[in-house]
């Protein structure tokens, strides 16, 4: 697969019960983008790892790896070669943040080899929103959404997950400089239900797709 496509690709990062998904369709909706939700819920091992990671962390991630693989395929497919923007409400190295803390060495070493085979060549987004918040924000909204699968999450692991995704920005910002952060407090700022919040991130948008020129 060629990597070349002339379009807006953006992702929406942050730890579980932050509000990417929010995010993601609020713009996708504001900007007339197409939206790339990743499958959470059709996991069908996903409630068994919160209950016992070591024993089916290896399942558990090797299903959103195959899946966010088919869909990057097919978005580089069906939107970006055609010049049609995409936001997604994932960006495809957090798979690598949730195995290096879930699985075994030995597994983490065979996932590790076949991250890298299926990601070699998908496309990767331009730009980065990163929302983070703090631990008690993040476990009232998961609270809040209700999701049963999500009831026996562990704080600690959400808030080594948290500090995971922090020191992944901060590198990402080091190693591929060209490529735009925009880094957002979750704790300070409510979108959802603050127009006023929402729309000073719109003009932050705008402002990245306005100065970057895309060429892959």
């Known amino acids: 697969m060629s990597q070349q496509y002339y379009a807006p690709f953006i992702a929406v990062e942050g730890p579980i019960g932050v509000g990417k998904t929010s995010l993601a369709t609020l713009l996708s909706q504001y900007f007339q983008y197409n939206l790339l939700k990743e499958i959470v819920e059709e996991n069908p091992f996903l409630s068994k790892f ?22 990057l395929e097919d978005t580089y497919e069906n939107y970006l070669t055609k010049g049609q923007a995409v936001i997604s409400d994932y960006h495809i190295f957090k798979n690598l943040l949730f195995a290096k803390q879930t699985l075994r060495e030995e597994h983490y070493y065979k996932y590790d080899r076949i991250y890298r085979i299926l990601t070699d060549d998908l496309p990767r ?92």
């Open 125 to 216: 987004p331009n730009a980065i929103i990163y929302l983070h918040a703090s631990l008690p924000t993040l476990l009232n909204r998961i609270e809040k959404r209700g999701r049963s699968m999500e009831k026996s999450i562990d704080p600690a692991y959400l808030k080594q997950l948290s500090e995971d995704y922090h020191q992944y920005i901060k590198d990402h910002k080091r190693v591929y400089p060209h490529i735009p952060v925009l880094t957002l407090n979750g704790d300070e700022i409510d979108f959802v239900n603050t127009e006023d919040d929402f729309i000073r991130i719109v003009d932050q948008v705008k402002d990245i797709v306005a100065k970057q020129e895309i060429f892959f």
């Open 50 to 71: 919160y209950e016992d990671k070591k024993e089916w962390s290896f399942q558990t991630e090797m299903f959103f790896l195959c899946n966010r693989y088919k869909q």
